[in-house]
């Protein structure tokens, strides 16, 4: 990529190769009927993706997306976008090697709250609005891992309840539907993205909490009159790099400061609730239902808890790139282990789904080359993850006796890789909202070996449950005494 590579925008378009994909419809006729608080990778590798291939078809053009930045790590994704008209390039790579790259026009608008706060809520709350959407990351939504309750304690909670500018997704849509109610426009559609189980009734729950720390009676009426769908969506998408950037720019011969790779995998299941109507998202391979839950249990606990599974492992045993420690027989092994005789015990009947074949697809996903997914993206935020998606199938699996030996050792894992230290001395980043608390205790366990597992927030109280503590120990013993490698290889061999 050289100085002179033209910028991405609406200009740029004709210039395109053929065989790169690009909006054959009339951006300027698309009406914003989405606003999307958390604009990545993720979202527009799934719901900006799709209402792009129903605007292909001639159809959505009221569903455009208008993305909203809450906060000051969100300006440069202001700045990218204004910059390039609002669109950017999603590349598709697959493990043969082959890519696909499409420009992608579906988001038309793009506000940053701490510019102008107002301007956001009003654009929420003007009629033509019909769905607000999230992906604020597990972590976002503010629940206390031992009540389970939404924490109103929280400073920034806090000061929204009692103030009149908001800063929080919270106090956006709670202020945005207040006005909506008091002005006798309907409410718009809430739907949550992020890999939250129940993530609707989840939204719902903390939604209506903040709303009636505010006002009891506006939070009773969002409680009866919104509707807070879940979904389930699935697609390894990978933080974007520097070669990334050098590449789609080689590639289509335009530069976009902030592509997104994704691989060729697409899931998106949605609970159909959407009182003011919603994008025909069935038309562009949307699984619409009744009822989320099973697929986004198999999501969570097979995709997510294995991507657990692999991270800190690798970690340990000296591999960064996910491609790679998948790659690696022993890895590879525990995952499914995991999966059959732990994960999937604890799931329903996913209608339509071969959990078999989906199974063995996820470790050949985990291993596509072409992605360059990095083992530390696994590992970051761990707090946030490892409660969500793996101490659930731990709690019913020790319900019902079965297999708890593969989950604790991911467990142990992560505690051995939150000492921050790897087995060749060299200093780990530990990226989690909680490593100042973590490391210490991690540090600990070597004279103390249940000290990680003691964190009750995380944990509850799976350190009194005598056998899956017992296994959780003897992983760590191992980890400590014989290293990751040895670890897995005793534990496949069932030796311990």
């Known amino acids: 990529m050289s100085a002179a590579t033209p910028r991405l925008t609406t200009t740029a378009l004709a210039t395109l190769d053929p065989s790169i994909g690009s909006p054959s419809y009339d951006r300027d006729k698309i009406a914003a009927g989405i606003v999307h608080i958390g604009v990545g990778g993720f979202h527009r590798a799934h719901m900006a993706m799709t209402i792009d291939r129903l605007l292909e078809q001639g159809k959505a053009t009221d569903w455009g997306i208008c993305g909203v930045g809450l906060l000051e790590t969100d300006r440069r994704m202001k700045t990218v976008l204004e910059e390039q008209d609002h669109l950017y390039t999603l590349t598709v790579r697959r493990a043969d090697g082959g890519e696909e790259t499409a420009v992608i026009g579906s988001i038309v608008d793009y506000l940053f709250a701490p ?20 992906t604020i990351t597990e972590g976002g939504y503010n629940i206390d891992q031992i009540t389970g309750e939404f924490d109103l304690s929280t400073p920034a909670v806090a000061a929204d309840i009692a103030g009149d500018v908001p800063t929080t997704a919270f106090g956006f849509v709670v202020e945005a539907l207040r006005r909506r109610r008091e002005r006798g426009v309907p409410p718009f559609t809430v739907l949550s993205c992020d890999n939250v189980q129940g993530n609707g009734d989840v939204a719902a729950r903390v939604i209506a909490a ?6 009891p009676e506006l939070g009773a009426w969002i409680r009866s009159e919104v509707s807070f769908p879940s979904s389930m969506v699935d697609r390894i998408t990978p933080g974007t790099t520097p ?62 808890a294995s991507h657990q599974g692999l991270c800190y492992f690798a970690h340990l045993m000296g591999y960064r790139l996910v ?21 999937t015990p604890t799931l329903r009947a996913v209608p339509g789904v071969d959990l078999d074949d989906y199974k063995r697809t996820l470790i050949a996903r985990f291993a596509n080359p072409a992605v360059r997914d990095t083992v530390a993206r696994l590992c970051a935020d761990s707090s946030n993850r490892i409660p969500k998606w793996l101490v659930p199938v731990v709690r019913e699996q020790a319900r019902t006796g079965g297999s708890v030996a593969y989950a604790a050792a991911i467990i142990a894992s992560w505690a051995r890789y939150a000492e921050g230290v790897g087995e060749d001395g060299a200093p780990i980043d530990v990226v989690d909202a909680l490593a100042d608390e973590l ?58």
């Open 323 to 343: 491609h790679d420690a998948a790659a690696d027989p022993l890895i590879a092994e525990f995952l499914r282990r995991y999966m059959d005789l732990e994960g």
């Open 243 to 304: 070669e990334d950037v050098r590449s789609v720019a080689a590639r289509t011969g335009v530069r976009d400061e902030w592509p997104v790779v994704c691989e060729p995998f697409f899931q998106w299941v949605i609970e159909d609730d959407f009182p003011l109507g919603r994008p025909p998202f069935e038309e562009a391979d949307v699984q619409m239902v009744e009822d989320v839950e099973p697929y986004e249990l198999m999501k969570l606990r097979l995709l997510n």
């Open 439 to 496: 490391t210490p205790l991690a540090r600990s366990q070597r004279e103390h070996p249940l000290a990680f597992l003691e964190k009750r927030s995380l944990f509850g109280d799976l350190v009194d449950d005598d056998r899956f503590a017992a296994s959780y120990r003897a992983a760590l013993d191992d980890l400590h005494g014989l290293g990751a490698r040895a670890t897995l290889e005793r534990l496949l061999e069932g030796t311990r």
């Open 210 to 215: 903040f709303a009636t720390a505010r006002d």
């Open 115 to 134: 510019d102008d706060r107002d301007a956001v809520i009003e654009r929420m709350a003007a009629p033509e609005t019909r769905i607000v959407s999230l």
